[in-house]
């Protein structure tokens, strides 16, 4: 039952793609979604495609879209009789020109499906889709929204990061549904995010008090992630498990940084992902001259994903910017020595558990990281410290039982108006 004795609460959480397999925003529906149904609460979430994977309970309602970006379909041409529909089309229009606007196109189904069912719920939870489909729904029932982190420092770090100006500009073009989150959050009374750090950049970036935020850190689904201490540890073995090509991640500097340690020792680098072909990753490290001892692990599952952290021997988060950083979490959790950049939120995540150093610096990362290879006691320390931490402040349990209390914050000043 939920706690203090409160009756449960029907929740509708919207997320416009909730990828499963990789990515922060598919864990937080997948795991928020089954912690609250744990506390008691009814929960259903509407997705557009890719779909969660959710526990049997949840019920999971379709909205397809075009799914323009499908990995097995890349871009494909829409039939005719798809386009006359007129979300599809505007879909397809802001893709063919090269915008992104799965967002705005999500909110508009979500609205479409919810006008003759908002009696079926107590609140609307909104997963950073942010789009003008919410204007109509927050006017009939209340409505809370998370953001993870303010999109405009993917924006200005993707722009600085390219030295063309067309590239540049098909960026701008890419991010360009900015102005449109930037309007509806400003008209949210009521928003989560998961970081003192993302409240403060998204507070400045987006021009909203602050006093609007509720602060709750994501947790780590110790079911999926935890140790295995039956597994032998592999000697410099180097897991990352960010996104390969997205400036980001910063995969690029820590390449730089292996390039480095690998002439004074043996070692290996593995990547949880796929990286784009031809892309500035795979350029990288042909440049570099490391193709030998990078692999890159492709979609794989949970239980191997756990086992890749049994066998490493130190965790990387190279990020530019997080703004909260699950990788970080998921290693502790794991009991793996974590070293990770002050970028964003990460130090929030990490605390005294692991090694940190500046963002975008390959030297730092190459000093912490021979550190921990060359000495198994420190290893150990971090390993010991990481799961601690992540047991005691870091649970999805404690993240649902604040969220409830948010959501019981914003119904109650939604029937005051």
């Not at 609140?123 to 993870?148: E, F, M, R, V």
């Not at 995540?349 to 190459?366: M, N, S």
């Amino acid at each position: 039952m939920p706690s203090n004795n409160q009756p449960f609460l029907r929740i509708c959480l919207l997320s416009y793609r909730s990828n499963p397999h990789c990515g922060g925003q598919g864990v937080y529906i997948k795991s928020l979604s089954r912690a609250l149904s744990l506390l008691g609460h009814k929960v259903d979430v509407i997705s557009g495609q890719p779909y969660p994977i959710l526990d049997p309970n949840i019920k999971l309602i379709k909205l397809p879209s075009l799914d323009l970006y499908n990995p097995e379909d890349l871009f494909r041409v829409p039939k005719v009789s798809e386009l006359m529909n007129v979300t599809n089309l505007i879909e397809w229009l802001g893709i063919s020109t090269m915008g992104f606007s799965e967002p705005l196109t999500f909110g508009m189904r979500a609205y479409k499906y919810l006008k003759t069912r908002f009696h079926q719920y107590d609140i609307i939870h909104d997963n950073q889709s942010l789009s003008y489909g919410l204007w109509s729904i927050k006017k009939k029932i209340p409505t809370i929204a998370t953001i993870h982190h303010p999109i405009t420092v993917d924006l200005a770090i993707a722009v600085k990061s390219e030295p063309v100006l067309w590239k540049k500009l098909k960026h701008l073009r890419w991010y360009s549904f900015l102005g449109m989150q930037k309007k509806v959050t400003k008209t949210l009374p009521h928003l989560i995010t998961v970081s003192e750090c993302a409240q403060n950049d998204i507070s400045k970036e987006f021009k909203i008090p602050k006093d609007r935020f509720t602060v709750i850190s994501n947790g780590i689904n110790t079911d999926l992630f935890y140790p295995m201490p039956e597994i032998k540890r592999r000697k410099n073995r180097i897991i990352v498990t960010n996104s390969a090509d997205t400036p980001l991640k910063g995969l690029y500097y820590l390449l730089r940084s292996v390039a480095e340690i690998s002439k004074k020792k043996k070692i290996e680098l593995i990547v949880i992902g796929t990286p784009k072909k031809n892309g500035k990753i795979l350029r990288q490290i042909k440049k570099l001259g490391i193709g030998s001892f990078v692999t890159f692990t492709g979609r794989i599952s949970y239980e191997e994903f756990v086992r890749q952290y049994a066998i490493a021997t130190v965790a990387v988060i190279p990020s530019v910017y997080e703004g909260f950083g699950l990788p970080a979490g998921e290693a502790m959790a794991c009991g793996v020595p974590v070293i990770s950049t002050t970028g964003g939120a990460l130090p929030e995540v990490v605390g005294d558990a692991g090694i940190l150093v500046p963002p975008a610096d390959p030297e730092a990362l190459t000093k912490a990281i021979t550190d921990v290879l060359n000495n198994p006691d420190l290893a150990a320390k971090l390993s010991k410290a990481g799961y601690q931490r992540v047991q005691n402040h870091l649970t999805w349990n404690a993240a649902a039982r604040k969220t409830a209390e948010a959501y019981r914050r914003a119904i109650n000043d939604y029937r005051k108006i």
